[in-house]
């Protein structure tokens, strides 16, 4: 099945400290992927977007996330995490006979230590 | 600031009562897509609108809900009836249409049967 998966459920990380969320996809063609950032109470806001050209994509608020085929893999970045990031992250990709459906992964919570 | 509109915001109701949720996409926007948003099942995708035509419903209990866009600038979802297990999140999304564009999502229906 075509889909997008998020291993980890949750992350702590302490406030200045870097941060890696994974995210890997199984569609067969190349894929359109998104990052999703979640606030509670809150709608989903778009942090950035792949879908050919350069495999490192820069987004809002400070976040990266490099496509690698090799691994599917489009795993999301952030150098330093101030506190305002703690929020729930969703990957979501179409592609291949998606025909335009946007598929979420489970998501992961980031919680920030001060 | 173009922004998707869902209402009611919260809504608390009786099982076996029906529910109704209405979403207004961003103008301009030909792809309606209907989430919900549950702990136990993250964000599954319920149906999937284009140019108002329903592409993909198979994500709905056929048999209580059902989804509508009367125009193009309303899309409805509805429960009926309404059951405990129908507590979630409910989300509406709108976008271009083509493979390299987001979905832009609006704030959600909490709903809540009791």
């Known amino acids: 099945a075509q889909s997008v998966t998020q291993p980890d459920i949750h992350i702590t990380v302490s406030e200045g400290a870097s941060l890696e969320l994974r995210c890997n996809y199984s569609y067969g063609a190349t894929p359109y992927l998104f990052w999703y950032v979640q606030s509670p109470g809150q709608g989903l806001q778009l942090l950035l977007k792949?879908?050919?050209?350069?495999?490192l994509v820069q987004g809002i608020k400070g976040f990266e996330a490099e496509f690698k085929r090799s691994q599917s893999s489009f795993n999301l970045r952030k150098p330093s995490v101030h506190w305002s990031d703690a929020a729930e992250y969703f990957c979501?990709?179409?592609?291949?006979?998606?025909?335009?459906?946007?598929?979420f992964g489970r998501g992961t919570q980031l919680t920030v230590w001060p | 600031d173009a922004r998707v509109t869902q209402t009611p915001r919260h809504k608390v109701t009786e099982m076996g009562q029906e529910v109704t949720m209405r979403c207004q996409p961003i103008?301009?926007?030909?792809?309606v897509f209907w989430y919900r948003q549950t702990m136990m099942q993250g964000l599954e995708l319920l149906a999937y609108f284009r140019n108002r035509a329903p592409l993909d419903d198979s994500g709905m209990p056929k048999d209580r809900f059902s989804a509508e866009m009367p125009d193009a600038t309303l899309a409805t979802l509805k429960i009926q009836p309404s059951e405990p297990r129908d507590s979630a999140v409910y989300f509406c999304a709108s976008g271009l249409g083509t493979m390299n564009t987001e979905a832009f999502f609006g704030q959600g229906t909490r709903l809540t049967v009791v």
């Open positions: 103008l301009g926007h030909n792809t």
């Open positions: 979501a990709g179409r592609g291949g006979s998606t025909l335009g459906r946007l598929y």
């Open positions: 792949y879908f050919s050209g350069d495999t």
